[in-house]
């Protein structure tokens, strides 16, 4: 199994660039999501998705679009890339519900920058 | 508004010592709480997690305490060692809700000195 997978690791964008960031489990996992780590603000929720078709937003969605059309690939989309979005983004997978434990495991990370 | 606070943003023990990290939380539907480890330039790793039913939790050297009054929980590291430092995460999730979504504290930078 290669668990969670992310590209790329680095990307340097300029200010109103589009890109997306892939992110793909192998683990059949319902649950994926996005977070992002910026210095002393931990790790926040952007978008999360119970599976294939449904996604919601987290703590801090704006400036970003997420879709599930495949339990196996959850795509975060930067629409009109800001500075403020230069951070380390994670994606994430877990099984869900009572019986799932609620153990995610994440991917490698991407580093973006914005300029 | 932060839902999970670890206000300690570094802590250094002497190798061999006890690591003691610290989390609080506020909202009271949270049931299911967790502990990752972050070496840099990796994701993030499980640790160990512990359910509200439950009062402590132990994997080897790894204890987590949760009193649920103080909705408070720590993370035990006896003895600590170099390979240890690390940032440690808290998070916390309703498992009730069925979404599988967790919120993670800010951090704590773990560093045990040889």
């Known amino acids: 199994n290669a668990g969670v997978t992310q590209t790329p690791k680095f990307q340097v964008l300029k200010t109103g660039q589009s890109m997306t960031l892939q992110c793909a489990q192998d683990m059949n996992h319902e649950y994926m999501s996005w977070y992002r780590q910026d210095p002393g603000m931990g790790l926040r929720l952007i978008h999360y998705?119970?599976?294939?078709?449904?996604?919601d937003q987290g703590e801090v969605p704006n400036g970003y679009n997420v879709s599930r059309s495949t339990t196996e690939d959850f795509p975060l989309r930067l629409l009109s890339a800001a500075p403020s979005q230069t951070s380390v983004y994670f994606c994430?997978?877990?099984?869900?519900?009572?019986?799932?434990?609620?153990?995610?495991?994440f991917g490698p990370g991407t580093r973006l920058t914005v300029t | 508004d932060q839902q999970v606070k670890q206000n300690s943003p570094s802590l250094s023990v002497q190798e061999g010592r006890i690591s003691i990290l610290n989390c609080d939380y506020t909202n009271s539907m949270f049931d299911y709480f967790l502990w990752y480890k972050k070496y840099p330039a990796e994701g993030p790793t499980f640790l160990i997690s512990?359910?509200?039913?439950?009062d402590k939790n132990e994997d080897g050297r790894f204890t987590v305490f949760l009193n649920k009054s103080a909705k408070h929980l720590s993370l035990h590291i006896v003895p600590s060692q170099p390979g240890d430092s690390a940032v440690y995460f808290c998070a916390a999730s309703s498992r009730s809700s069925n979404t599988g979504k967790l919120i993670f504290g800010q951090g704590t930078t773990l560093q045990v000195k040889p």
């Open positions: 998705s119970v599976g294939a078709g449904i996604t």
């Open positions: 512990i359910s509200s039913i439950k």
């Open positions: 994430a997978s877990s099984s869900i519900g009572l019986a799932g434990g609620g153990e995610q495991y």
